[in-house]
């Protein structure tokens, strides 16, 4: 069986942060997002998002943008809220249960981008998903053939029917979506001034429409 989750890659969170609940995961682990996460999973991914757009005023495009606030939940939340491009670190991950093969995300991937794996079935024909390692898709023909690391020519590679990989996409898109639900209902027990705006946001790192 082949398997497709988006994933949020982490990092470790401040060792003092006490705003909400946080799950405990290792640096680099990958969060799977969907409908179906803890509390503390969902506060781990919203504090992933904002710490990794936090506001910065030495960055050129938020120069003059507005002043984040001094409320420190406030100022966590303010460039996740207020920028116009959002970076959700992570991806697809694609595992073949069989073989134990896996596709991670590369370093510089992002969920926002998840959309250029329908450029593989309906495009172009090939994508890229970061680098160290460097993922690939690429179909040929009616079999779409992906690469957990092109730099690795004698590396595994998990191939597919066409067919089966729009499927699994569409499931990895709902599971995007999904997770909006229980996030939105999150914001609404932990940070409820900030609920519609935190919603927006997130459904904005992830490229989906606000209503999904």
Not at 125 to 153: C, Q, W
Not at 188 to 209: C, K, N, Q
């Amino acid at each position: 069986m082949i398997l497709i989750q988006p994933v949020l890659e982490l990092l470790v969170p401040p060792a003092d942060f006490d705003m909400w609940q946080v799950g405990t995961h290792r640096p680099y682990e990958f969060l799977p997002l969907s409908g179906h996460m803890s509390r503390a999973d969902i506060g781990t991914a919203v504090l992933r998002l904002a710490l990794r757009n936090a506001y910065d005023p030495d960055d050129h495009e938020e120069e003059d943008g507005p002043t984040p606030p001094a409320d420190p939940v406030d100022a966590l939340l303010h460039g996740l809220l207020v920028k116009d491009h959002l970076f959700a670190p992570g991806g697809f991950r694609v595992t073949d249960t069989a073989t134990g093969v896996t596709l991670t995300p590369g370093c510089c991937n992002g969920l926002e981008e998840w959309r250029d794996w329908w450029e593989v079935l309906d495009g172009a024909g090939s994508a890229g998903f970061g680098h160290d390692p460097m993922p690939t898709a690429e179909r040929v023909g009616d079999t779409v053939r992906l690469v957990p690391d092109i730099g690795a020519p004698d590396g595994p590679v998990i191939e597919l029917p066409a067919a089966e990989l729009r499927r699994l996409v569409s499931g990895a898109e709902r599971d995007l979506a999904a997770f909006l639900e229980p996030a939105d209902a999150w914001a609404a027990e932990h940070l409820p001034d900030h609920r519609a705006p935190l919603t927006a946001a997130l459904a904005r790192a992830l490229d989906l429409a606000p209503e999904a």
